[in-house]
């Protein structure tokens, strides 16, 4: 069964600095990949997406990430924080039903 | 904007009752999914509808019902209410193309909020 682990329920950073979010993955099959992000009180927007076409993907705010089958891990990454950024960031992989399955989520605080 | 409206946005009802959720989904997107958010449970899976047709199921009680309409909006019917049925519910939807191969993107609405008392 497929399955995503955040690690670290909880990430601050300063502003400007490098963001890294980590998430690890669990499938028998090639995995379909996913980064989301949640503002408070609001929905879920897609950051970016892992379909196999290129290891690195690059998506929407400056975000990016790496699949890497070696260690199962597909981190978001970001080079330097903006405030902008403080928000919660779900890693994703797509069920076996076509259905999202989610990590826990990681908070961002950025620190001014 | 995503283009997903989804109403109420937050709803406050007591033990045993029933509710319904709406969602409507982008104009054009034939697949609609709902998923929980809960503090403990995190962000889970429901139930996902295709054109009017219920295609997967998740993890979801039995006293919880959804339905897709002919003009594509679907409604989450909750029944029997708990405490513990308090969350955030969201509607997603997709064109879902592929029918099942994942290119296509979910777009999330806002979400109804859920207060048991």
């Known amino acids: 069964a497929q399955s995503v682990t955040q690690l670290g329920s909880h990430v601050s950073v300063s502003e400007g600095a490098l963001v890294l979010l980590r998430c690890n993955y669990s499938s028998s099959v090639p995995p379909y990949l996913f980064w989301y992000v949640q503002y408070p009180n609001q929905g879920l927007q897609l950051l970016l997406k892992?379909?196999?076409?290129?290891?690195l993907v690059k998506g929407i705010k400056g975000f990016e990430a790496e699949f890497k089958k070696s260690e199962t891990s597909f981190h978001l990454t970001k080079p330097s924080a903006h405030m902008s950024d403080a928000a919660e960031y779900f890693c994703?992989?797509?069920?076996?039903?076509?259905?999202?399955?989610f990590g826990k989520g990681t908070k961002l605080s950025v620190k001014p | 904007d995503s283009g997903v409206t989804q109403t109420p946005k937050h709803l406050i009802t007591a033990t045993g009752q029933r509710v319904t959720l709406r969602c409507s989904p982008r104009s054009g997107d034939l697949s609609v999914y709902w998923y929980q958010q809960s503090l403990d449970q995190g962000l889970q899976f429901l139930i996902q509808y295709y054109n009017g047709e219920e295609r997967a199921k998740g993890n979801i009680l039995e006293r919880f019902s959804a339905q897709q309409f002919p003009d594509l909006h679907s409604e989450l019917n909750l029944s029997s209410l708990e405490l513990g049925d308090s969350a955030l519910y969201f509607c997603?939807?997709?064109?879902?193309?592929?029918?099942?191969?994942?290119?296509?993107?979910?777009?999330f609405g806002p979400g109804t909020r859920l207060t048991v008392l």
């Open positions: 994703a992989v797509e069920g076996s039903q076509g259905n999202l399955i």
């Open positions: 892992y379909t196999s076409a290129a290891t």
């Open positions: 997603a939807s997709s064109d879902d193309l592929s029918q099942g191969g994942f290119d296509n993107e979910q777009f």
